[in-house]
């Protein structure tokens, strides 16, 4: 949650202005002070009043106003973090040029906190060598900046130049407030979902999983800097597109991914709900209702187990456990065939949830973490790959 923190949102003038009302409302539910600076430019897509009736805190458009009680030193003070969304070509040249010559620009100048971009206009300016160097300069110097989703933009053009999810945008954003960019470096290969394993063209074997608590690690680790692969089957939710990810179906896919990609990964978090059984045959074609019908299963491969075989110094495994019944007693068993440093053990009952309640075990730890994924998400980086900076 965002209690007390003081976010500056900065609105510049372009067309997905209007979806920074919404990032705007959202943040203010989940309990933050928005302030909002719009650009003369924005003002012609939004009106400051609408802003003004979500946040229920000042709006300023204008450098020089008599009659409001705020200037840019102290907005500057205030924020824990400035936001411009949607960030322009424009605002983005003139904080990389040094100008000053806005409310905006000379507040983000005057500012010590962080600021955080999010870029979106059309494709081909956002490829201009031009907004490109200003874009690294910025970044080398620590400002961030979120990428764009590539799709249709409002010009008619395809290109990458869209505004990402507001979504996205606050799973960002709540990481920044706590976290630095620590896991810049790591490789991270990261499991979630159910494998499909199929009978005949309409019918399959699965177990039940989300894959939300996968995409949770996934996106967590991601904004901390992690180079993540996402290795998934079948998630009920929309991938990000900022994730290299790789969509696989049934168990047999999902292995030979992991395996082709797990040797640059340092750490392996496997989420996803493997079928340990697969039909021995598939039936091409839809196999006719008549008496009872008998399938055979032959066992699929253990890609835990297989990994924890050939696990190379200095690689960190870790699996998950959903356990229906003597929770610790058989994750603590699967830690130990598996060859495993940690072993997430939950109960089933959470299946599907968005909170979760997790005991993190290692053959020397036993840690009880509970709150929304994304929170338990960052608990687990924490008290594993990140285990030695605390
Ligand atoms: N796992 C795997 N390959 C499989 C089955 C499981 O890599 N074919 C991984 C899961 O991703 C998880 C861990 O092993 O990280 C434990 O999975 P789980 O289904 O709880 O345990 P199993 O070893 O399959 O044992 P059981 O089903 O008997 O509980």
């Not at 933050?32 to 400051?48: D, G, H, L, R, W």
């Not at 945008?169 to 991270?188: A, C, N, P, S, V």
């Not at 924890?308 to 994750?331: D, P, V, W």
Request: proline share 3%.
């Amino acid at each position: 949650m965002l209690n007390n923190r003081n976010i500056l949102l900065g609105i510049t003038g372009g067309i997905a202005a209007y979806k920074a009302v919404d990032l705007a409302g959202k943040l203010t539910k989940m309990g933050a002070k928005i302030k909002t600076i719009m650009t003369q430019n924005a003002c012609e897509f939004v009106s400051p009043l609408t802003l003004r009736s979500i946040t229920h805190q000042p709006v300023i458009t204008k450098m020089f106003d008599l009659n409001s009680e705020i200037e840019h030193i102290s907005l500057a003070d205030w924020a824990d973090i400035i936001v411009i969304a949607p960030a322009t070509a424009n605002i983005i040249g003139k904080v990389a040029s040094g100008i000053a010559d806005d409310i905006l620009s000379t507040t983000i100048m005057a500012s010590t906190a962080p600021v955080f971009f999010v870029p979106a206009m059309n494709g081909h300016m956002y490829v201009n060598p031009i907004v490109k160097a200003n874009i690294n300069k910025l970044t080398e110097l620590g400002y961030f900046f979120m990428e764009p989703e590539a799709g249709m933009l409002a010009c008619g053009y395809e290109g990458k130049g869209r505004y990402p999810k507001n979504r996205e945008i606050l799973y960002f954003l709540l990481t920044f407030l706590e976290y630095k960019r620590d896991l810049t470096g790591k490789t991270i290969l990261i499991t979630a979902g159910a494998s499909q394993e199929k009978i005949d063209p309409i019918r399959f074997i699965s177990n039940r999983s989300s894959g939300k608590m996968g995409l949770a690690l996934a996106r967590a680790a991601h904004i901390r800097g992690a180079k993540v692969k996402f290795i998934h089957s079948n998630i009920n939710d929309e991938v990000p597109e900022y994730l290299d990810s790789y969509q696989t179906n049934d168990a047999k896919e999902m292995y030979d991914t992991v395996m082709k990609e797990s040797s640059k990964a340092e750490t392996i978090i496997m989420v996803a709900a493997v079928a340990d059984y697969a039909p021995a045959q598939y039936s091409k074609q839809k196999i006719k209702k008549s008496d009872d019908l008998i399938l055979n299963f032959k066992k699929t491969k253990d890609i835990l187990y297989d990994l924890g075989k050939k696990k190379k110094t200095g690689q960190m495994l870790i699996g998950f456990a959903a356990e229906s019944e003597k929770i610790k007693q058989n994750a603590l068993m699967k830690l130990k065939k598996k060859n495993l440093d940690f072993i997430c053990a939950n109960d089933l009952k959470v299946t599907g949830k968005d909170d979760t309640k997790i005991l993190l075990l290692s053959s020397k730890q036993e840690i009880e973490l509970s709150g929304s994924k994304f929170s338990v998400a960052h608990q687990i980086l924490d008290s594993t790959i990140n285990i030695n900076k605390k």
